[in-house]
């Protein structure tokens, strides 16, 4: 069973803390002309999904070459970031990091909005790297204490079908058991004043943190041509 899952996606270059958190026992799975970002990053994906309007020629010939090819059709009814997703608890994974980002506000929402599947609740964890700042998604019920230091910024959001239930302890405004609205406002930019924990009663909630450094861990190294 596949116990980590990366899914490579976006239009701009992956931040190198991101990069440096991804495991090398992870199967990364690319979205479309997130392969050519992944290559240029050092790392080498596992499989290509979607429906290729954005890779490059010399991205394609490589990935025809090396790895597994997942082609949808222009016309289909998810993203290519859904369809990796679903592609990645079917290959079994228990942790699936989505890295991207890019300057399409749209499609920033759509990928944040994807980490609300109601099918992804069965994952242990489930985070994302969008323009370099790090996302936890909690399915509820769920609690996660945060790395982020004291004097940071932490924001929690609802971002599913319904309202989420949330609290939020060790900060300047401490929520109990607060009824929060889907992209409501009243979450965001809070000052973390101690150890801070975030807890999904229901609902889904984006938790943007700013975290402690992460380890470097080295990711595979070997030349992707």
Do not use: C, Y
Request: without cysteine; glycine residues 8%.
């Amino acid at each position: 069973m596949t116990k980590r899952v990366v899914v490579i996606t976006g239009a701009v270059a992956l931040p190198r803390r991101a990069v440096a958190a991804i495991p090398p026992d992870a199967l990364v799975v690319a979205v479309d002309g997130g392969l050519d970002h992944a290559l240029a990053a050092g790392i080498t994906p596992d499989r290509l999904v979607g429906d290729l309007d954005s890779i490059t020629d010399d991205g394609f010939a490589w990935a025809t070459e090396h790895i597994d090819v997942e082609r949808h059709p222009t016309d289909k009814d998810e993203t290519d970031t859904q369809l990796a997703l679903r592609r990645a608890l079917e290959l079994g994974a228990e942790h699936v990091t989505v890295i991207g980002g890019g300057d399409r506000l749209d499609h920033t929402l759509a990928a944040i909005g994807a980490l609300a599947a109601p099918h992804l609740a069965v994952l242990d964890r489930l985070d994302a790297w969008w323009d370099g700042q790090h996302v936890r998604v909690l399915h509820a019920p769920r609690r996660v204490e945060l790395e982020a230091p004291v004097g940071s910024t932490v924001s929690v959001v609802a971002i599913g079908a319904v309202p989420a239930v949330v609290s939020i302890a060790g900060v300047k405004w401490p929520l109990d058991r607060h009824e929060l609205p889907a992209l409501d406002g009243l979450g965001v930019s809070n000052e973390v004043r101690d150890r801070a924990a975030v807890e999904a009663h229901s609902g889904v909630l984006a938790v943007f943190e700013v975290a402690a450094e992460p380890p470097t861990i080295p990711h595979r190294q070997e030349d992707p041509r």
